[in-house]
């Protein structure tokens, strides 16, 4: 009696849960996902910031503008002379010299409109290579994220639409474990088993509404992850809208790793980064030129300019030597392109053993799947076989038991394996992605 209301109690909130449930197409989670998801969100702000300090290296072509208007009043005798010189307010008693030694006090008001242009900055030049390479690097790292979220969001659904079978058939081989539990009490009542028969199949009963319980908790465990992908903090319980079906897209031989894989690019890009970083510490040996000018205002009272002036000319900044400073920073960058490049290599290496070993767990899901669906039918047609036997007194219980419990194994097993080759498929795709096929 409490196996039956143990079923019942499994079979009303199955039922009652699924009224509360939306069901979502395989689309909509990927747009959902490639819109919402934080792992996006994160990858834009990082390409954002590399844009930015690309957009920086521009100093090297826009001139540099300044506005300033200062104020003092002083009694130095250089800079009271100077100021009046500037204001063009030199008198003739001016040069006496008790006045040009002790000074009274001098007011100064100064506007001065100030431009830089660089003209030529070799290690500014292969700076600005190298933040670019950076930022191409982000962008295509951006890329490839949105990538790796569409194979996660498929896998994702996958296991959702997995989950949601094994329930349904959890709950079919419920009802058929009561059936088959009533139909041994009544065998029971007319003397024709054993009371540990019947036992046998209360035990069956029990186990499958266990084995319900724990696909409720699998349905709902995917759910929140598909949820999590797609950002969604207050959701339902999702249900898969698309119907599990065997992906028919498969390659008939191993693909070959494409150098334009978004990743692969990316890693190239930083190589080109660090390369570039490296040539500019080298030019920084040589000097920089800039030309420069500036255009002055005086007085003696603020935002007035009776007296003006400008300056122009070109200049060139040459460090000789700054220590070992220079050396050492040159030795760093070189050894952190090499680092880069070894770990390219690497990465393009590990990356198509990562692709041989995807293609062999895809053969063996294909071969997995063609073994589990012979399975299936075998026991399906075994476990009808024994159950017309058994009604009619032919067959005992435990054989019964054993033909129902392989062909609910075998019919999960054959669910997995779909779920198993359609995943594999998935991720050998993921590993071959090509933008530009």
Do not use: C
């Amino acid at each position: 009696m409490k196996a039956v209301v143990l079923g019942l109690f499994f079979l009303l909130t199955v039922s009652g849960w699924s009224q509360d449930a939306v069901r979502i197409s395989k689309s909509e989670v990927l747009d959902m996902v490639l819109e919402n998801n934080h792992q996006i969100r994160i990858s834009e702000q990082e390409f954002l910031s590399s844009q930015a300090d690309y957009r920086q290296t521009n100093a090297l072509f826009f001139p540099n503008i300044s506005i300033s208007h200062t104020g003092f009043v002083t009694t130095n005798p250089l800079m009271a002379f100077g100021s009046k010189l500037n204001q063009a307010s030199i008198r003739a008693s001016d040069f006496d010299p008790d006045i040009l030694n002790d000074p009274d006090q001098t007011q100064n008001v100064a506007t001065k409109f100030e431009i830089q242009q660089p003209l030529i900055n070799f290690d500014g030049f292969w700076k600005r290579k190298a933040a670019r390479s950076t930022m191409e690097a982000n962008q295509l790292n951006r890329q490839r994220t949105g990538e790796f979220l569409t194979y996660e969001a498929d896998r994702a659904y996958t296991m959702l639409q997995l989950a949601e079978r094994q329930l349904q058939v959890l709950e079919k081989n419920l009802k058929l474990a009561e059936a088959n539990k009533t139909l041994a009490q009544n065998r029971f009542e007319q003397g024709l088993i054993q009371q540990a028969d019947v036992l046998l199949f209360d035990v069956r009963f029990a186990e499958v509404s266990n084995q319900l319980q724990h696909a409720r908790s699998s349905l709902q465990n995917a759910s929140d992850y598909l949820a999590f992908l797609m950002n969604k903090t207050d959701h339902p319980i999702y249900l898969a809208g698309d119907s599990l079906k065997i992906d028919t897209s498969a390659p008939d031989i191993i693909p070959k790793l494409s150098p334009d894989r978004a990743d692969i690019k990316a890693m190239d890009e930083v190589t080109r980064a660090y390369a570039n970083a490296s040539k500019a510490d080298k030019l920084a040996f040589l000097p920089n030129i800039n030309a420069f000018g500036s255009y002055e205002l005086y007085d003696q009272n603020f935002f007035n300019g009776e007296a003006s002036g400008y300056l122009v000319g070109i200049g060139m900044n040459w460090t000789i030597l700054d220590g070992t400073k220079r050396f050492s920073k040159t030795k760093k960058s070189k050894a952190e392109y090499e680092k880069a490049k070894t770990e390219f290599e690497q990465y393009k290496y590990k990356s198509e053993l990562e692709l041989r070993k995807a293609w062999r767990q895809f053969q063996d899901a294909k071969n997995n799947l063609e073994l589990t669906k012979l399975a299936k039918t075998q026991a399906q047609q075994a476990l009808k076989i024994r159950s017309n036997r058994f009604k009619e007194g032919l067959e005992r219980a435990t054989d019964l038991l054993f033909a129902e419990v392989q062909a609910s194994q075998k019919e999960l097993e054959y669910y997995q394996s779909m779920v198993t080759y359609n995943s594999t498929l998935s991720y050998l795709n993921f590993l071959t992605e090509n933008p530009t096929q």
